[in-house]
Nanobody, 126 residues
C-alpha cells in the first residue's frame, strides 16, 4: 500500500502562489496516474487536477484551469500542484491521491482513486 504525504500548504493573500508537493512511498509510483482534490468546510471533496503516469497528459477542473499546473517527478516519487492567482474560494484542504490503475482516462471521481494522503491546508485571505 502506498503512503502519500502532502506538504506546502499555508496562508497566502489573494493573488499569491503556492506549490503543493505530494511524496509517495514505494517503488510503483510511476505506474499510476495521480490527482489532487480539495475539500472546503461543509463541502464535498472536489477534483482539482490529475496527471498521467508518464506526465504527458494533464487534466484540470474548470475552476483552476489556467491558474494551476500539475506535474510529477517520477525519479523523486513526487507530484506537485503549482497554484497561482489564488482566490479566497480556493481555501480548502488539498489531498493528493493515486488513481486505481495505470490507464487513466480523465476520471474526476474520488472513488476512482484508491490511496489518499492526509491533506494540507490552503488558506487564501482576501
Amino acid at each position: 500500500q502506498v503512503q502519500l504525504v502532502e506538504s506546502g500548504g499555508g496562508l497566502v493573500q489573494a493573488g499569491g502562489s503556492l506549490r503543493l508537493s505530494c511524496a509517495a512511498s514505494g517503488r510503483t509510483f510511476s505506474n499510476y496516474a495521480m490527482g489532487w482534490f480539495s475539500q472546503a468546510p461543509g463541502k464535498e471533496r472536489e477534483f482539482v487536477a490529475a496527471i498521467s503516469w508518464g506526465g504527458d497528459s494533464t487534466y484540470y477542473a474548470d475552476s483552476v484551469k489556467g491558474r494551476s499546473t500539475i506535474s510529477r517527478a517520477n525519479a523523486k516519487n513526487t507530484v506537485y500542484l503549482d497554484m497561482n492567482s489564488l482566490k479566497p474560494e480556493d481555501t480548502a484542504v488539498y489531498y493528493c491521491a493515486r488513481f486505481r490503475s495505470r490507464a487513466y482516462y480523465g476520471s474526476t471521481h474520488s472513488s476512482d482513486f484508491d490511496s489518499w494522503g492526509q491533506g494540507t491546508q490552503v488558506t487564501v485571505s482576501s
